[in-house]
């Protein structure tokens, strides 16, 4: 029996089907996550064995043609850690270049403004979750069944 190689090679429109952004594109990912979209993507490109990205993903990814991988494979964590690493710094880059550097400066504060806010929104939405185990109705309806 042969053993049958599967290599899933992803353009801006795949869906992941796979990991925490199960449901995705690859497009949604880097609209709705941003740099830690961008991140996520360049880690599954260079752990998941038996993934790849069309040219122009990889161009958006940062991942020069000389840091491409032979797929299917990977490479080891702290060599990933280093791609990853250039990979990023290739995108701060080239965002440097289009924003000039206090527009650059003006996106990083906006995204974490906007993370900050993420966070204590969901921190208030556990508080209400929390508070709602609690409310008289349930309190009331629990000691009427016991």
């Known amino acids: 029996m042969s053993d049958v190689t599967l290599l899933r090679k992803l353009t801006f429109r795949s869906t992941l089907?796979?990991?925490?952004f199960f449901d995705l594109t690859v497009?949604?990912?880097?609209?709705?996550?941003?740099?830690?979209?961008?991140?996520?993507?360049?880690?599954?490109?260079?752990?998941?064995?038996?993934?790849?990205?069309?040219?122009?993903?990889?161009?958006?990814?940062?991942?020069?043609?000389?840091?491409?991988?032979?797929k299917p494979g990977c490479v080891e964590k702290e060599l990933t850690r280093s791609y990853k690493g250039d990979a990023l710094q290739v995108i701060k880059e080239r965002e440097k270049e289009v924003l000039g550097n206090d527009g650059y400066l003006e996106k990083c504060r906006k995204g974490k403004a906007s993370r900050d806010r993420e966070e204590k929104d969901l921190k208030i939405i556990k508080q209400r979750n929390d508070n709602r185990k609690f409310s008289a109705y349930n309190l009331k309806s629990k000691n009427q069944n016991n």
Do not use: C
């Not at 740099?35 to 940062?62: H, N, Q, R």
């Open 27 to 70: 497009q949604d990912i880097l609209n709705s996550k941003g740099y830690y979209g961008k991140e996520y993507l360049i880690w599954v490109y260079y752990s998941a064995s038996k993934i790849t990205f069309m040219p122009d993903v990889l161009f958006e990814l940062g991942i020069e043609p000389d840091k491409e991988i032979e």
């Open 17 to 20: 089907k796979f990991g925490k």
